[in-house]
């Protein structure tokens, strides 16, 4: 229900930006997150946008350089992403949390999510 695009390798300093089609009708009540995972690393959050009001939770590491945005008429979740660094090569997830706000305690939770794209990997060199 959900299938990332977008992702490839991109220098360091460079942007990218992911897109996530979700196919599932609960798209604009969802909260909708993007998680990465680096090779022998725990997947993390990255970001998340919430179903209603749209705001926004980053992580620290990249608060001021990615963007998270959703089209809900369209059906679709973003991330851009700039200023990107060596240790985000990682593979890039997005999630659903129907019929769930996000909320600044737990938007980073992965067992909070129900629905989970393939991912796409993005490669920074």
């Known amino acids: 229900q959900l299938v990332e695009s977008g992702g490839g390798s991109v220098q360091a300093g460079g942007s990218l930006r992911l897109s996530c089609a979700a196919s599932?009708?609960?798209?604009?009540?969802?909260?909708m997150g993007w998680f990465r995972q680096a090779p022998g690393k725990e997947r993390e959050g990255v970001a998340a946008i919430s179903p209603g009001s749209g705001t926004a939770f980053y992580a620290d590491s990249v608060q001021g350089r990615f963007t998270i945005s959703r089209d809900n008429a369209k059906k679709m979740l973003y991330l851009e992403m700039n200023s990107l660094k060596l240790e985000e090569t990682a593979m890039y997830y997005c999630a659903a949390r129907p019929m769930g706000a996000c909320y600044l305690d737990n938007w980073h939770r992965t067992v909070t999510y129900k629905y989970w794209g393939p991912g796409t990997q993005v490669t920074v060199s």
């Open positions: 599932t009708g609960t798209f604009r009540s969802a909260c």
